[in-house]
């Protein structure tokens, strides 16, 4: 996760539990912006990281916030899952594994940011995609072969090594 310190202390700052009583309001809250962005794994050792940090503010022991997490993460991913096109949800339904289908709801994000900016394309690197999904850089490769392969991306520029990332566009 070294990679994306800079993402999770930006993340960190931005939910602050300032007093006793918010912390559930504020891990909803986080919970809803790391949906977008990182696996379960990874979601789950910022969620720890949060709770350490703000702990002098929080009152419930870390196993009962954590099961909260891990509640409120399953159904906000149902959440998403629900709401995909029926040809979106076809496509991930075809995927094989849980890396896979958090990897095509994490590239979606990305190509809906790229939408709001006015943008056809958009990068992704492996190693940020590894990090994000807590597996190796091999994994994430292998997690862009198949999203092309159920054709939900299309590599439109391939990466050139340590300087930028490959270029897909979303097909769906």
Same mark, same amino acid.
């Given at each position: 996760?070294?990679?994306?310190?800079?993402?999770?202390?930006?993340?960190?700052?931005?939910?602050?539990?300032?007093?006793?009583?918010?912390?559930?309001?504020?891990?909803?809250? @986080?919970?809803?912006?790391?949906?977008?962005?990182?696996?379960?794994?990874?979601?789950?050792?910022?969620?720890?990281?949060?709770?350490?940090?703000?702990?002098?503010?929080?009152?419930?022991?870390?196993?009962?916030?954590?099961?909260?997490?891990?509640?409120?993460?399953?159904?906000?991913?149902?959440?998403?899952?629900?709401?995909?096109?029926?040809?979106?949800?076809?496509?991930?339904?075809?995927?094989?594994?849980?890396?896979?289908?958090?990897?095509?709801?994490?590239?979606?994000?990305?190509?809906?940011?790229?939408?709001?900016?006015?943008?056809?394309?958009?990068?992704?690197?492996?190693?940020?995609?590894?990090?994000?999904?807590?597996?190796?850089?091999?994994?994430?490769?292998?997690?862009?072969?198949?999203?092309?392969?159920?054709?939900?991306?299309?590599?439109?520029?391939?990466?050139?090594?340590?300087?930028?990332?490959?270029?897909?566009?979303? @097909?769906?």
């Amino acid at each position: 996760m070294d990679a994306h310190q800079p993402i999770v202390e930006a993340i960190l700052a931005r939910y602050p539990v300032e007093r006793k009583g918010a912390r559930n309001n504020v891990l909803m809250q @986080l919970i809803g912006d790391l949906v977008h962005k990182f696996g379960g794994e990874a979601a789950e050792l910022i969620a720890r990281e949060h709770y350490a940090r703000y702990q002098q503010n929080i009152g419930t022991p870390l196993n009962e916030h954590m099961r909260m997490f891990a509640k409120a993460w399953e159904l906000m991913c149902k959440k998403i899952v629900d709401s995909l096109s029926p040809t979106q949800r076809s496509r991930f339904d075809a995927l094989g594994s849980d890396h896979q289908r958090k990897g095509f709801l994490i590239v979606r994000a990305f190509a809906g940011a790229a939408q709001h900016k006015g943008e056809k394309d958009f990068g992704i690197s492996q190693s940020s995609l590894a990090d994000r999904l807590n597996i190796t850089p091999p994994g994430a490769a292998n997690v862009i072969q198949k999203l092309c392969e159920v054709k939900a991306i299309e590599q439109i520029q391939r990466p050139v090594r340590h300087r930028s990332a490959g270029r897909f566009c979303w @097909l769906l």
